[in-house]
């Protein structure tokens, strides 16, 4: 039987603010639990491998912050992306919905790019039911200029940067959107566009961070590193735009690599300093900060995730539904809530964000979607096990691939019609073994799961 699929109106929002004035009590009592709230920070790198950093046993590049962030918090070892490519998995992480029921499947629709529509409830129209302030800088991808998809209308109040994926490429941009109009950074006296639009990011991130101090806030920095400008890739084999090599310029390595690497660097950098700004105003134990990356690593001219070893111990890469496209970090660092050094092998996938946070700021889960919340594996060191299975689809080449976790189960096919793959990530994280003919009672539950965990959607019907 296949699964129903209601919408959820936005007006559900004002029904869930007024039960946390119900539940909690007069307007003062909502002002004492709103201090009590923590400030939620959700740091999102672009194209980042799971190899490429060095709790992950990284070696050739340097990211002392982001694995301070582990030795100070909760590292995910099981944790997925919403997509192996940007829109959808960025899509999945804001409205909780996987790619079997969110609004948006993949870059892009059979009529083009898709938006995020009034009835899609995002993270921040959640957590703005709680008095959050809510800000975003870097990428956005799920809504276009005109739409009523862009960040102010999706409950941000505040907003800087690109609504394009494709000119998110662009890393000395002509104009960048500043809340509801345009913004052109400066020009050198040769006319060339001399902002780096990351360092941009992070000084915005900053002066939010400050602005907002004295009460709960929610930044999700949606930084563009260590993505390539994939035009400059095709044309010259080197899209790793930054302005400077850093520690690796004296390498011996292909200039590619070389700014690969200086951009990893520089994305830890920005993170170091963002921990380092809530240290300095004194709300580090009433901040909770995430770091994740969108999908896998992604092979850009002549560089490959090979170079660096950036898929780790998996198989595949970006766009792909093997594990190298979908198995990405996940580190939470919240002192004197979460115990320091701690690792979970606990699933968790990109969707189960929004109930997490909405359970945080004491709001009802929103209705209709498919995350679940993981406040209990931040906790507590008692190992949980996540209930149910995590489901994605893929749009290529006319058709559509699907993927299922169950368990220890991995299932994949790259159409409706083709045959399934069985993996068993327990014992086979690479993907190597397909053991389908071993157990075809698994499979079937798995074609069964790919016939209900989704929904017919206009803009990306089964195969095209």
């Known amino acids: 039987m296949s699964i129903t699929r209601l919408s959820a109106p936005k007006t559900m929002l004002v029904a869930g603010a007024a039960w946390l004035v119900l539940t909690l009590g007069a307007p003062t009592a909502t002002s004492q639990v709103a201090a009590q709230l923590p400030n939620i920070i959700f740091i999102l790198a672009d194209d980042l491998g799971y190899g490429d950093l060095g709790v992950h046993g990284q070696t050739r590049i340097a990211t002392p912050n982001i694995d301070s962030l582990a030795a100070e918090g909760l590292r995910f070892t099981q944790a997925y992306s919403g997509s192996p490519v940007c829109a959808p998995s960025r899509a999945a992480l804001m409205t909780g919905r996987h790619t079997g029921h969110a609004r948006i499947r993949d870059n892009r629709g059979v009529r083009g790019r898709v938006s995020l529509q009034p009835d899609d409830v995002t993270v921040a129209e959640v957590l703005k039911q709680a008095g959050y302030r809510t800000g975003i800088v870097g990428k956005w991808g799920l809504g276009e200029a005109g739409t009523r998809g862009t960040p102010n209308l999706q409950g941000f109040d505040e907003w800087l940067g690109y609504l394009n994926q494709d ?107 963002i921990v380092d700004e809530v240290k300095r105003l004194g709300i580090d134990r009433q901040t909770l900060i995430v770091f994740a990356s969108d999908n896998g690593p992604a092979s850009e001219g002549s560089h490959t ?8 111990p998996f198989r595949g890469m970006k766009q792909s539904l093997y594990e190298g496209g979908i198995h990405v970090p996940f580190i939470v660092r919240w002192p004197g809530r979460i115990a320091p050094g701690r690792v979970s092998d606990r699933l968790v996938a990109f969707w189960d964000f929004l109930p997490t946070v909405a359970s945080l700021a004491h709001l009802p889960t929103p209705r209709d979607i498919d995350g679940v919340s993981f406040v209990d594996a931040l906790m507590d060191e008692t190992p949980t096990t996540r209930p149910g299975y995590l489901y994605w689809e893929m749009y290529a080449h006319d058709t559509t691939g699907q993927a299922v976790r169950l368990d220890r189960w991995k299932g994949v096919r790259f159409a409706p019609d083709a045959p399934l793959e069985l993996y068993d990530l327990h014992e086979d994280a690479g ?27 206009p803009d990306f019907p089964f195969e095209r």
């Open 167 to 273: 000119h998110a490429l662009r890393f000395y941009p002509e104009v960048l959107w500043r809340n509801t109009g345009q913004i052109f950074p400066d020009r050198n006296q040769g006319g060339r566009h001399e902002s780096y639009s990351h360092d941009l990011f992070t000084t915005h991130a900053l002066e939010f961070i400050e602005q907002h101090a004295s009460a709960p806030f929610f930044l999700y920095a949606a930084y563009t590193l260590p993505h390539a400008d994939s035009e400059m890739s095709r044309h010259t084999g080197d899209g790793y735009v930054v302005p400077d090599y850093g520690p690796y310029a004296d390498r011996d390595w292909p200039t590619p690599d070389k700014g690969y690497a200086a951009m990893v660097s520089r994305l830890d950098r920005d993170v170091g300093r």
């Open 305 to 312: 995730p090979e170079f660096f070893g950036s898929r780790g």
């Open 431 to 457: 993907e190597q073994r397909n053991l389908a003919s071993m157990h075809p009672e698994i499979v079937e539950r798995m074609r069964t799961i790919m016939t209900e965990a989704r929904t017919d959607s």
